[in-house]
T-cell receptor, first 115, second 116 residues
Framework: DQQVKQNSPSLSVQEGRISILNCDYTNSMFDYFLWYKKYPAEGPTFLIS?????DKNEDGRFTVFLNKSAKHLSLHIVPSQPGDSAVYFCAASAYRSGNTGKLIFGQGTTLQVKP | NAGVMQNPRHLVRRRGQEARLRCSPM?????VYWYRQLPEEGLKFMVY????????ESGMPKERFSAEFPKEGPSILRIQQVVRGDSAAYFCASSKQGASGHNEQFFGPGTRLTVL
């Protein structure tokens, strides 16, 4: 039962353009969402998060949008840079329902930014 | 300010041997989570520990796997009698607040276990 899904295994964009990575979830108890970036042979690096009480959170070139009715979130990277090339994981957690804070991860999307 | 540290980075074991993976959380963090990533998959939660306590082990296989986080020293994930299916990357993450509030988990570099 995949509660968090990233349906696009890969994405390729040109440097300077916008990258949009998508994530869908099925568990309505999720109330906190995070995006992580991962390079090969390294651990995931935290990028940005959003609480379910918000619909947008911005940090520099990274913006996360949350659409609770559609159970969908997206990560926008503008402008994209070659150094952004990595695997991006969406993760979710359900704090309000007494969950212990464990993260449920999607399968990941490999982003390639071409110079 | 050192990040989450894991060792060893690579571990090779033969079937039937034991594997011990260590994790030192970030300074000031007392909550530790272990995740496993199988090839071509996302990370899967295994266990959540605070100092001297296992809080949530719902993701741990019922047999051969155990975890601890003693009062002194690193957290240990122990796999007894390893099998080839245990080959994976094992990541440790730490956080400040655990389940008491929204918090980011910071990950270590992982231990890549290969079972021959």
């Amino acid at each position: 039962d995949q509660q968090v899904k990233q349906n696009s295994p890969s994405l390729s964009v040109q440097e300077g353009r916008i990258s949009i990575l998508n994530c869908d979830y099925t568990n309505s108890m999720f109330d906190y969402f995070l995006w992580y970036k991962k390079y090969p042979a390294e651990g995931p690096t935290f990028l940005i998060s959003i609480s379910s009480i918000k619909d947008k959170n911005e940090d520099g070139r990274f913006t996360v949008f949350l659409n609770k009715s559609a159970k969908h979130l997206s990560l926008h990277i503008v402008p994209s840079q070659p150094g952004d090339s990595a695997v991006y994981f969406c993760a979710a957690s359900a704090y309000r329902s007494g969950n212990t804070g464990k993260l449920i991860f999607g399968q990941g999307t490999t982003l390639q930014v071409k110079p | 300010n050192a990040g989450v540290m894991q060792n060893p980075r690579h571990l090779v074991r033969r079937r039937g041997q034991e594997a011990r993976l260590r994790c030192s959380p970030m300074k000031g963090h007392s909550h530790v989570y272990w995740y496993r990533q199988l090839p071509e998959e996302g990370l899967k939660f295994m266990v959540y520990l605070q100092k001297e306590n296992i809080i949530d082990e719902s993701g741990m296989p019922k047999e051969r796997f155990s975890a601890e986080f003693p009062k002194e020293g690193p957290s240990i994930l122990r796999i007894q009698q390893v099998v080839r299916g245990d080959s994976a990357a094992y990541f440790c993450a730490s956080s400040k607040q655990g389940a008491s509030g929204h918090n980011e988990q910071f990950f270590g570099p992982g231990t890549r276990l290969t079972v021959l």
